[in-house]
Structures are given as structure tokens and as C-alpha cells.
């Protein structure tokens, strides 16, 4: 096998390795949140912090900047447990609910695991969604490097 056929095969296996880094959890997170919403016990909870996250990006073309709002969320549930958290998945965006009253969707056998969308009803998929269409592609990619360098 020549160098560059494992060069090939060695870089395949990277993308489907980060495919499935990034792909598994936006999968489970975006079930977890159809799921709570759809049967999750529905209570009202509040903001009590918001931290502002920023990544900065750097390359020979620019730099850029992204700004992710991180929510703490605090809510009661039906046996009077106070409960503390981050939702595991937001699309709250740059929106700043500080201190303001939020509808929350908890799993009552894991009130740990909840969600507060930005539209009461339901958390929008876009992020998720994007993020394993995008894993997807590393898939094919992936696959295609290492299946054509066997073949």
C-alpha cells in the first residue's frame, strides 16, 4: 500500500472519528428535546443567569466571533424539588431572558434533563439539524477516502 493510500485512509478515519464526535450528541440532544416537549411534565421556571460565551476564530482569511448565551434555569417540580441547571439543548440565540419567567419541560424521572424554548411550545431543531446534516457529509466523505483507497 502506497503512502498516500494510507495518508487517505488515515484521513477518512479522522472525519468519520469527528462525525461521530459531533454528530452522536447533536443526535441524542435533539431526540432528548422532541421527546421532553412532546411528554414532558410542563412547569414555569426562571432565568437566574445567563453567561455570554465567546469564541474567537482566527485564519489567513479573518477573524471572526461567535457569541452563545448559556442559560441557568431554576424550576420546582410536582414533589417540590428545586432544580438548577443548563437546558440540554437552547435556541435561545442572543436573546437575554435574564431574571424573566420561562415555560420549562423536565422528564420527571430526570428533572435534570430539560428544556426552556424560546417559543414556549416547542425548541427549534435548526442547530442540530444543520450539525448532522453537516456530519453526514464527513460521513460520505469519510467512507469514500477509505473505501477508495481499499478498492
Not at 7 to 26: D, E
Amino acid at each position: 500500500m502506497e503512502a498516500f493510500s494510507l495518508m487517505k485512509i488515515l484521513g477518512g478515519l479522522m472525519m468519520l472519528a469527528a462525525a461521530s464526535r459531533f454528530g452522536i450528541p447533536a443526535f441524542r440532544n435533539l431526540r432528548t428535546s422532541q421527546r421532553l416537549a412532546e411528554s414532558g411534565t410542563q412547569v414555569e421556571g426562571r432565568v437566574v443567569s445567563v453567561f455570554r460565551k465567546v469564541t474567537r476564530n482566527s485564519d489567513s482569511v479573518g477573524s471572526s466571533r461567535t457569541v452563545t448565551l448559556i442559560e441557568t434555569i431554576e424550576f420546582t417540580t410536582a414533589d417540590g424539588r428545586t432544580v438548577r441547571g443548563n437546558p440540554v439543548l437552547s435556541d435561545v440565540g442572543r436573546t437575554n431572558r435574564s431574571g424573566a419567567s420561562v415555560v420549562v419541560y423536565f422528564d420527571p424521572a430526570q428533572p435534570e434533563s430539560f428544556i426552556a424554548p424560546l417559543d414556549e411550545l416547542k425548541v427549534s431543531p435548526l442547530r442540530p439539524v444543520v450539525l448532522l446534516l453537516v456530519c453526514a457529509i464527513f460521513v460520505i466523505w469519510g467512507l469514500s477516502w477509505v473505501l477508495g483507497s481499499l478498492g
